[in-house]
């Protein structure tokens, strides 16, 4: 692995860890603000809330120990498009929500710019799966193995956060908090 890919790591890492740990000191907050500000039915957004404030500091310590060289950045990458897509959907919809990419209480708007941090973070992910692929026996095939594995988690994720919605939300899909009350 180079020093840029050394670097990558540890910075995407303390980032995860960062952010993770920030949640995770007002987890009911979090879960309450992305019911909020992301449209989503309660149990969804406890569903979302449990699995950002697990996973991040979780690959956080992944990427700083270097454990799980394609798994965590594979995960990461999933983790980091998924916010960016969702940030991109409110600021479409003209939504003024909080980031809250460290904090349950960042005031700073969700823009274009929270999108672009993401997309960065996603492609250095996504460098870290390639670059390991690249010096693995084999590598081509896990390439191109990783880009269709992230294509099928992020539908599948899709799928799931609906289907959750649906059997939970009383046969009906919710599109808005208000529909939950």
């Not at 697990?54 to 990427?63: A, K, V």
């Not at 983790?79 to 939504?95: M, N």
């Not at 390991?132 to 799931?160: H, N, Q």
Request: charged content about 15%; glycine content about 10%.
């Amino acid at each position: 692995m180079t020093t840029l890919s050394e670097a990558i790591r540890l910075a995407i890492g303390a980032v995860l860890l960062l952010a993770g740990i920030q949640k995770l000191r007002d987890p009911f907050r979090f879960v309450a603000a992305i019911h909020e500000n992301y449209s989503l039915g309660r149990t969804a957004a406890l569903c979302v809330g449990l699995a950002v404030m697990t996973s991040e500091p979780g690959l956080g310590l992944c990427h700083i120990a270097g454990l799980a060289p394609v798994a965590a950045p594979l995960m990461g990458a999933f983790l980091f498009s998924s916010f960016g897509v969702a940030t991109a959907w409110l600021i479409a919809r003209g939504e003024n929500a909080p980031c809250m990419c460290f904090s349950v209480s960042d005031t700073e708007p969700a823009t274009a710019r929270t999108v672009a941090r993401s997309a960065f973070a996603a492609l250095g992910e996504v460098s870290l799966i390639l670059g390991r692929a690249r010096s693995t026996p084999g590598g081509d095939e896990l390439s191109v193995g990783a880009i269709v594995w992230s294509v099928v988690v992020v539908l599948g994720a899709l799928w799931a956060a609906e289907a959750v919605e649906f059997v939970f939300g009383n046969g009906r899909l919710v599109t808005h908090p208000a529909e939950t009350a």
